[in-house]
C-alpha cells in the first residue's frame, strides 16, 4: 500500500504535459555567432520548421528543420556567398532530430525544467551525433519556450571556413535557440 501511494505522488509530482507541439516561426529565432581575428559576425533566421511530441512516459521526439537560404547575418554579399560555401542548393536544410526525457516537478510552474536531447545534426550533408542542452517551460496558454544553445564545429560538417586576409575563420559555431511552440488541438 505505501508503495502504491508513493508511487502515485511521484506520478503526479513528475509527470510532463503530454501532445504534440508544432514551432511557431513569427515568435521563434535560431541565432548563430562566428569570429574572425578582425571581427566578429552574428546572424539568424526565423524561418523554423518544427515539431515535437511528448509522450505519456515524458519522452520528447523532437525535430526541427532550418532553409539554409534563410540564414541573415545583415549583409546580402556575405549571406550570398554564405550560402554558396554551404552548397545549400544540394543541402538546403540543417535539420535536427532528437529525443530527451522531461520530468516536470509538480513545484516548478512556470520555472524552465532542464532537457538534455541527444540526436542527429544534419548540416552540410553530413549528419553527426549531437547532444543538445535546453530547457522547457511550459505556459498556461498551452504555449511553450524551448532555449538553449550549443556550439558547432564547422570542419566536423566538412564546411571549407572562409578567410579574410588569409586567416580563416575559426572553426566554431555558437548557436542559440529560443523556439516557441504551440499545442496541436
Do not use: W, Y
Not at 35 to 58: C, F, M, N, Y
Not at 100 to 109: C, H
Not at 162 to 170: E, G, N, T, Y
Amino acid at each position: 500500500m505505501t508503495s502504491t501511494v508513493v508511487a502515485l505522488v511521484l506520478a503526479v509530482a513528475f509527470s510532463a504535459p503530454q501532445g504534440t507541439f508544432t514551432v511557431d516561426p513569427s515568435a521563434t529565432v535560431v541565432r548563430f555567432h562566428i569570429r574572425h581575428k578582425l571581427h566578429q559576425v552574428d546572424g539568424r533566421s526565423t524561418s523554423i520548421e518544427g515539431r515535437a511530441v511528448v509522450e505519456p512516459d515524458g519522452k520528447v521526439l523532437a525535430m526541427v528543420r532550418i532553409p539554409v537560404a534563410s540564414f541573415d547575418s545583415g549583409d546580402t554579399n556575405r549571406d550570398a556567398h554564405m550560402r554558396e560555401t554551404l552548397e545549400s542548393g544540394a543541402h538546403p536544410f540543417v535539420v535536427f532530430k532528437g529525443v530527451a526525457s522531461l520530468v516536470v516537478p509538480a513545484a516548478a510552474g512556470r520555472s524552465p525544467v532542464p532537457l538534455h536531447f541527444k540526436g542527429e545534426l544534419d548540416f552540410h550533408g553530413v549528419k553527426r551525433p549531437v547532444e543538445v542542452p535546453a530547457a522547457v517551460e511550459f505556459r498556461p496558454d498551452g504555449m511553450a519556450a524551448v532555449r538553449g544553445k550549443m556550439t558547432l564545429s564547422l570542419e566536423a560538417f566538412r564546411i571549407e571556413r572562409p578567410s579574410l586576409l588569409f586567416v580563416k575563420i575559426d572553426d566554431a559555431c555558437a548557436v542559440e535557440f529560443d523556439l516557441t511552440l504551440r499545442r496541436d488541438r
